[in-house]
């Protein structure tokens, strides 16, 4: 069982929610850009939360499935259609054995998530089944998608499966013009989880170099507005905006760095780590994205604006568990919408 | 938010990075000492196995333990997240017997504590020095007022230590290249790096694990795999090991690509 690749999209590759433990190999986290929308499109076809699932960005994939299964996208809002039909986002789908999906264009947001029931069954590298483009690490030896793939996908158990045929059924779902596809009735609201707006700003901690800047450049850090640069990639965002100088320059010695960390090289524009982000950088930290807006920033795209917002790393925290709660109960009511 | 480590090293610290990591630090130099002691706290904290830590890494003179602050959160605690994992961090650091986690050793010791046990063999990496295989190996004798020769006898001559991986998988920066070989990176960075290139760049000196981008002086190549993730240790050099270089001629290189 298997999905083939008919056209790959823009930049279309597996990611789960990361690679953990293996900074001491130089090995970075990568994963979803989007850890939300990754995770909301596997609970969506009742996957569990580290399945991997394509990360699509802008333009997505055509694909062809062999057999019957059940997908979910979540994330970028695609006009996504199978056979000239819509396929709606965020919900359930019941896909039949040799349709054409074409994923689409994203009409707002950046990067969706195609998740599909039984996960896709491929061998993890180094215990993750994400991609790390940049440092050719991952699935298909860490390349992103190519025509002519073939993406096998895993058994989630054969009742499951009937089960949820059953669950899905054509009399109470949107029918495809030729009936290869059936959307579940109900969806998932995605205004808690996607922020595409571009005007709604990014908050971020203070970095431990933030003092050193001048107070020019601390003020300009907040109330300026920056834009997204061409230069950017699932590595990191190059800001374009004021410049922003330290009061004296630093030499620095190489210190461990995440996604989300805001670096300020040399000329003044600022860099902000994303999702591989490396191990170590030596460059001065100005700020952090707080964990709960990382999904806000990978939803932007080039020449998207983007403004920075003050939080305390208390808040910052106690935001982050209130959102895993509000998750966790979004996944018990989909989990129940599953079940009945 | 900094906090101080409250041992007697007054420049030892622990602060956040971003809401899921905090870094601890034992100082801002390039130093053999500081990196002990950085490599001690990282088994340290590794081996503890700390609820909701997902890595601990060291760097040159600090350590970056990833936490899961779900695992930290207690309702009943006016404490953050972070604050919780801090305080149990300092007193694990705090109380650990080893005198180079501590901090109160003499510097310059080699690789004793009870973080430091259990390290690989000194490993010795054969490398083809210059012409094809070290495009600037005359650039920097050059800038040192050497031979190229004398170059590759310094090279080789030096006893390294892996002080850190980072910036790609595999690639380790090392310590102790001889100051005379201390060389500044290229104006313009090259696009592409053959993998197996043995660099300098300022006192700096690591292989790039595959070919990639990169400014630094390359002197030569060798043909080990540095990086391979299907490997039960992925990375080839291992924070804390002893290196050394042995020089090889062009038939060797080729014969051991092969083998």
């Known amino acids: 069982m298997s999905m083939r690749v008919l056209a790959p999209g823009l930049l279309t590759s597996f990611q789960d929610r990361g690679r953990r433990g293996q900074a001491a190999n130089g090995v970075g986290t990568a994963g979803a850009m989007d850890p939300i929308a990754l995770r909301i499109a596997n609970a969506l076809v009742g ?45 359930p789908l019941l896909v039949r054995g040799g349709s054409e999906i074409d994923t689409g264009i994203a009409r707002a947001g950046a990067r969706a998530y195609l998740a599909v029931r039984g996960g896709f069954d491929i061998v993890p590298v180094l215990a993750s089944r994400s991609t790390d483009v940049n440092a050719h690490l991952g699935p298909l030896g860490g390349r992103v998608l190519a025509g002519g793939d073939e993406l096998p996908i895993g058994t989630s158990g054969r009742d499951d499966f009937e089960r949820m045929l059953g669950k899905l059924p054509p009399n109470s779902a949107r029918r495809g013009a030729k009936g290869s596809i059936v959307a579940a009735r109900w969806s998932v609201d995605p205004s808690p989880w996607f922020e595409p707006d571009p005007a709604v700003p990014v908050c971020v901690q203070r970095g431990r170099h933030f003092g050193q800047l001048d107070e020019h450049s601390q003020t300009a850090l907040f109330d300026s507005e920056f834009r997204i640069g061409v230069q950017s990639n699932r590595v990191g965002y190059r800001l374009e905006g004021p410049a922003l100088a330290l009061r004296t320059p630093l030499e620095l010695i190489s ?8 670096q300020l090289p040399p000329g003044g524009q600022a860099i902000v780590l994303m999702a591989e982000a490396p191990t170590t950088g030596g460059y001065p930290r100005i700020a952090q994205v707080a964990e709960v807006d990382r999904s806000r920033l990978a939803q932007r795209k080039p020449g998207d604006r983007l403004r920075f917002v003050e939080i305390s790393l208390a808040e910052a925290q106690s935001r982050y568990l209130e959102r895993e709660r509000a998750l966790r109960a979004l996944f018990q009511t989909i989990h129940e919408h599953l079940r009945h | ?62 350590v970056c333990v990833h936490y899961d602050l779900g695992a930290w959160a207690d309702p009943a605690n006016v404490q953050s997240p972070y604050e919780r994992i801090a305080d149990s961090i300092a007193e694990l650091i705090r109380s650990a017997k080893g005198e180079s986690v501590s901090g109160s050793a003499q510097a310059g010791r080699e690789g004793e504590g009870p973080g430091l046990a259990g390290l690989p063999e000194p490993l010795e990496i054969p490398v083809c020095y210059g012409a094809d295989y070290g495009a600037d190996l005359e650039t920097v004798a050059e800038h040192a007022g050497i031979d190229p020769n004398e170059v590759i006898v310094r090279h080789t001559g030096g006893t390294y230590q892996v002080a850190m991986l980072g910036f790609m998988p595999g690639f380790a920066y090392l310590l102790g290249l001889d100051p005379m070989l201390h060389t500044p990176r290229r104006a313009t960075p090259r696009t ?68």
């Not at chain 1, 210190?255 to 805001?262: A, L, Q, R």
């Not at chain 2, 990375?235 to 270089?245: E, I, M, T």
């Open chain 1, 47 to 91: 996957n569990p939360d580290d399945a991997a699932a394509l990360e699509i960005t802008l333009r997505g994939p055509r694909l062809q499935v062999q057999r019957d299964c059940v997908l979910a996208l979540a994330g970028a809002d695609l006009d996504a259609r199978s056979g000239g039909e819509p396929l709606p986002n965020w919900r």
């Open chain 2, 192 to 259: 592409h790096v053959p993998a197996g290139s043995v660099a300098i760049g300022g006192a700096q000196t690591g292989i790039y694990p595959r070919e990639l981008p990169g400014g630094w002086q390359l002197i030569g190549r060798t043909p080990l795999e540095l990086f391979n993730p299907a490997r039960a240790q992925p990375a080839l050099l291992v924070p804390g090991q002893s290196v050394r270089f042995r020089a090889m001629d062009p038939d060797e290189f080729v014969r051991l690509s092969l083998s």
């Open chain 1, 255 to 262: 210190e461990g760095v995440v996604p989300g960390t805001v």
């Open chain 2, 1 to 62: 938010m900094t906090r101080p480590l409250g041992d007697d090293r007054q420049d030892s610290s622990i602060e956040p990075l971003g809401d899921g990591a905090l870094l601890v630090r034992i100082g801002e130099r390039i130093d053999a000492s500081l990196n002990r002691r950085a490599l001690a706290i990282s088994n340290l904290l590794g081996n503890a196995k700390l609820a909701g830590v997902t890595d601990v890494s060291a760097a040159y003179a600090s």
